[in-house]
Every structure is written in structure tokens, then in C-alpha cells.
């Protein structure tokens, strides 16, 4: 069975400060595809990054970065000289790469992470 | 530019009814699902689709029904409306994930069931 899980379920910080939201994850699959959703007030769900296991380089987009450690089982995001906009919580998930698991993805509970000015 | 289009986007319903959420999409994902999310909570899968005619039901599937007759469309039941089912609803897409590609949200539907 897959999982993930977001064990921080709220973190607040003060504006420029950097935060690192955890993510740990569960699956016996040797290819699965790991994501990050961000959900802001307004309530829709924006798409981020999507990493897949076989390619453990870490990801860096403007203020955003991510490392993915196999041998841990984590895929944690960092952002850095953090902003109010970034105001949000956000979604771990994970996609396996065989039978059912490869046709769906799974969500972590989410962590609320709010920005003070 | 539509994307994934859900229908309707605020609902009240009373114990015992019955009612439809659309969905549809532009993209010609043959991938489609419908999530729930709980207020606070993380989202929870439904059911999903591979494709039209073929449906799978997801991690909490008790109390709804979905059918896939075409590509674009995935419309989720609610039968006999109950309390726990308020939630917001996420219809979503995708060409398949094993392929680099990700999943598409609509917008979410609100539903409370007084």
C-alpha cells in the first residue's frame, strides 16, 4: 500500500524567514512519481513540481527547492526568504508505477503554513 | 482555456437526497477522479477512471457511484445524502502519470448535507 504523510500540520513563520515542509512516504514500487501541490486560501489546487524516483538530483525555481532523498523515503520543500503570498497549505502526494497504484495519485494530509508579516 | 469544468460549485443538500456532480474536460485525458476533501483534511480518492467505460473505485468509495460513457465525461453520484458527506469535490484529470505528466484540477465543488 502507498502513503504519504505531512507530519507538520501547521507551521507559522515571520516573512523572510525560510520553512521546510516534510514529506515521508510509503510505497513498494521500484518507479513512483512524487508531487507537490500548493492550495492557497481561494481554495484551488496548483500543481508545483512532480519528481520521479529514478532521478534523485534536487530541484531549485526561484525562491522554491526540493530534496529528495531515496534512501529516507523523503521529498521535502523548502522555501526560502519566505513571502506572505506563500500563505497556503500544502500537499505532498505520490504515484506508484505499477497496477492500480500507477493510475492514481495519493495525497498527504497537508500542512498549513502561514506567513506573519 | 476551460480545463476540468465541475458542476455545480455550491450545494445544500437534506439527508436522503440524491444529486449529480459533473465533470468534464477539454484535454482528452483518458485518466479522471474524483477526490473529497474534508474541511482541514488532506484529499482522499474516490473513485478514478482509465479511461471511458472503465471505472475503479478509490480509498472512500461507500456512498457514491460514478459512470465514464465518454472521454470528457465523469459525472459522481450521491445517493441517499448523508451528514459525513459534506466535503469540497475535486473532479481531476491526467494522460497518465507513468508518462511525466501530472493531474489537472477543477475548481472543487462545496456540498453540505443538512
Known amino acids: 500500500a502507498q502513503k504519504v504523510t505531512q507530519a507538520q500540520t501547521e507551521i507559522s513563520v515571520v516573512e523572510k524567514e525560510d520553512v521546510t515542509l516534510d514529506c515521508v512516504y510509503e510505497t513498494r514500487d521500484t518507479t513512483y512519481y512524487l508531487f507537490w501541490y500548493k492550495q492557497p486560501p481561494s481554495g484551488e489546487l496548483v500543481f508545483l513540481i512532480r519528481r520521479n524516483s529514478f532521478d534523485e538530483q534536487n530541484e531549485i525555481s526561484g525562491r522554491y527547492s526540493w530534496n529528495f532523498q531515496k534512501s529516507t523515503s523523503s521529498f521535502n520543500f523548502t522555501i526560502t526568504a519566505s513571502q506572505v503570498v506563500d500563505s497556503a497549505v500544502y500537499f505532498c502526494?505520490?504515484?506508484?508505477?505499477?497496477?492500480?497504484?500507477?493510475?492514481?495519485?495519493?495525497f498527504g494530509s497537508g500542512t498549513r503554513l502561514s506567513i506573519r508579516p | 482555456n476551460a480545463g476540468v469544468t465541475q458542476t455545480p460549485k455550491f450545494r445544500i443538500l437534506k439527508i436522503g437526497q440524491s444529486m449529480t456532480l459533473q465533470c468534464t474536460q477539454d484535454?482528452?485525458?483518458?485518466?479522471m477522479y474524483w477526490y473529497r476533501q474534508d474541511p482541514g483534511m488532506g484529499l482522499k480518492l474516490i473513485y478514478y477512471s482509465v479511461g471511458a467505460g472503465i471505472t475503479d473505485k478509490g480509498e472512500v468509495p461507500n456512498g457514491y457511484n460514478v459512470s465514464r460513457s465518454t472521454t470528457e465525461d465523469f459525472p459522481l453520484r450521491l445517493e441517499l445524502a448523508a451528514p459525513s458527506q459534506t466535503s469540497v469535490y475535486f473532479c481531476a484529470s491526467s494522460y497518465g502519470l507513468s508518462s511525466g505528466n501530472t493531474i489537472y484540477f477543477g475548481e472543487g465543488s462545496w456540498l453540505t448535507v443538512v
Open positions: 484535454m482528452n485525458h483518458n485518466y
Open positions: 502526494a505520490l504515484s506508484g508505477s505499477s497496477g492500480s497504484s500507477a493510475s492514481k495519485i495519493i
